[in-house]
């Protein structure tokens, strides 16, 4: 099994690659199509392992790292990882597989294709919902029904995300890799333990993004089943968060209303020759928050549309946003 580490508000799995925590805008459940919304800094990762005493025992055993993230809060994830030797990564949301929609599994399927390559995905900032589009990960409680585990599964026990990346077989990349960078370990947490309630936060299905995913070029027999690591990803609301590390939640950067007034850009990747993956049908079928409020007789009030320009949309070619 692969080695896990936080490093710099990232969480490297093996010695190649990273996955990072983006706070960005929410995306309007309204029907249209946006561009991809800049991130807005990191959000913090810290490890279970070092609040042992103030988790209850499922995340004990199950270990792992945690964010902490308000309701209603959009994620985007990023990749990082060398241009000379890529990893296949895995990506489920409450239990449930982001791309293909079916239950997460320890091992890669292609058919439908269940994990993204990084390079050359850059970042994931939704559930494939095909043609070129997402359906935005936005933090919502669980027990009101309104994640995509509710939707899928008719259950919500896990919340979070789950990770799994897997290292090439040998002799498919390089072996040498550049000098690492040598990142400065934060000190250990201190204060005293106060037990946390059970977990009470997952990712529901917010509006349209323009994303695609790319098919793996290298085919599945290129990934090593048995070289993998695993982590899963707790998600703590305002609350959780200060009981566990007695430190407050600092509040979002930028809300919806003062994007578009503050110039703010959007992207497009230009990928004039890129494919995207088949859309994952049970993914489609997944009710977003507006909808599943609106059949539990809530009163949602819809948020007014994003106005931008051609102006504010950027095209770019690398990892940069």
Not at 120 to 139: E, K, M, Y
Not at 246 to 261: E, H, I, K, N, R
Request: net charge neutral; with cysteine.
């Amino acid at each position: 099994m692969l080695t896990i580490a936080i490093e710099n508000s990232a969480i490297r799995i093996g010695p190649h690659g990273a996955v990072s925590f983006h706070r960005t805008l929410r995306i309007p459940d309204d029907g249209r199509d946006y561009p991809l919304p800049p991130g807005l800094g990191t959000f913090p990762v810290f490890r279970v392992a070092d609040y042992q005493a103030r988790f209850p025992a499922p995340w004990r055993d199950e270990g792992g790292a945690f964010i902490p993230m308000y309701q209603g809060e959009a994620l985007w994830l990023g990749f990082h990882g060398p241009d000379w030797r890529a990893q296949a990564v895995k990506v489920a949301v409450g239990g449930i597989n982001a791309l293909s929609g079916q239950a997460d599994a320890s091992v890669l399927s292609a058919d439908p294709q269940d994990y993204i390559v990084c390079p050359d995905q850059p970042w994931l900032d939704g559930i494939n919902t095909g043609q070129g589009h997402v359906r935005q990960f936005v933090a919502m409680p669980l027990g009101a029904g309104y994640t995509i585990e509710a939707s899928l599964s008719g259950r919500e026990a896990r919340g979070g995300l789950q990770l799994t990346v897997f290292e090439p077989r040998p002799g498919r990349f390089p072996d040498k890799a550049p000098p690492a960078d040598q990142a400065n370990r934060d000190a250990g947490p201190g204060g005293p333990p106060r037990p946390m309630a059970s977990p009470v936060m997952g990712l529901g299905a917010g509006g349209r993004l323009a994303q695609k995913i790319y098919p793996d070029p290298y085919g599945i027999d290129t990934w090593d089943p048995e070289r993998r690591g695993r982590v899963t990803v707790h998600i703590l609301n305002s609350r959780q968060f200060t009981a566990v590390t007695g430190q407050p939640l600092p509040p979002s950067p930028v809300d919806a209303a003062a994007y578009t007034a503050h110039g703010l850009p959007w992207f497009k990747r230009y990928e004039e020759l890129q494919l995207d993956i088949a859309p994952a049908r049970r993914l489609a079928e997944v009710k977003s928050i507006g909808e599943r409020a609106c059949e539990a007789g809530g009163q949602q009030t819809p948020s007014p549309a994003l106005e931008f320009t051609d102006a504010q949309i950027r095209t770019i070619g690398g990892k940069e946003r």
